[in-house]
């Protein structure tokens, strides 16, 4: 049995709808992950989750959903395995305890706590430096008001991480910028 295939955790907002330009960028994102052998993570309902989740499964990918009894609802048809979780924060860990690279799409709230999640985990080193990536430019203001301070933490002691929360995060414009970033990244860790 061969090593076991990437895992790329999507975040995005539930209401994207299939005549918003976010629902195109996310369904080719999840196909361009699915072309590349990687399984898609994401919540496993609407939205970009369910976008991207149609994207990779014409591709022919996996589609992983993790799901939350709170919302009492089925998951998006597109999923090949449905992770049920009773609650939202142990939905956050599923999503994030998965994850070999992280890539935010617009949404509201919750992705919102997805994202800044991440960042701060690997700020804490909680978890290990893995991609975090912001696809367009809907974060990008949050990212830079926060950008400039340090990733030092005198609690924690010296670390090999980036000097500053930005370079913690990388912003990209388009699907393929995303995915040669992360084509990059991957390489170099294994």
């Known amino acids: 049995m061969g090593p076991r295939p990437r895992q790329i955790v999507i975040f995005g907002g539930s209401k994207f709808r299939p005549d918003d330009e976010s629902w195109g960028v996310a369904e080719e994102l999840g196909r361009a992950i699915a072309e590349r052998g990687w399984v898609l993570v994401n919540g496993g309902y609407g939205g970009a989750m369910h976008a991207s989740s149609a994207g990779a499964r014409d591709a022919g990918g996996e589609v992983t959903g993790v799901l939350c009894d709170l919302f009492g609802a089925e998951g998006n048809p597109h999923l090949t395995r449905s992770i049920p979780t009773d609650d939202l924060y142990t939905r956050l860990r599923e999503l994030i305890d998965r994850g070999d690279a992280y890539i935010t799409l617009p949404g509201s709230t919750g992705t919102l706590t997805e994202l800044v999640l991440v960042w701060e985990l690997i700020n804490k080193r909680v978890m290990p430096l893995r991609p975090l990536l912001c696809l367009g430019s809907f ?47 991957l390489a170099s860790q294994d």
């Open 139 to 185: 974060w990008e203001p949050i990212i830079r008001h926060f950008g400039s301070e340090t990733t030092f933490d005198s609690r924690l002691g010296p670390s090999e991480l980036p000097k500053s929360l930005i370079d913690l995060v990388t912003i990209v414009p388009t699907v393929s910028a995303a995915m040669r970033t992360l084509d990059q990244s």
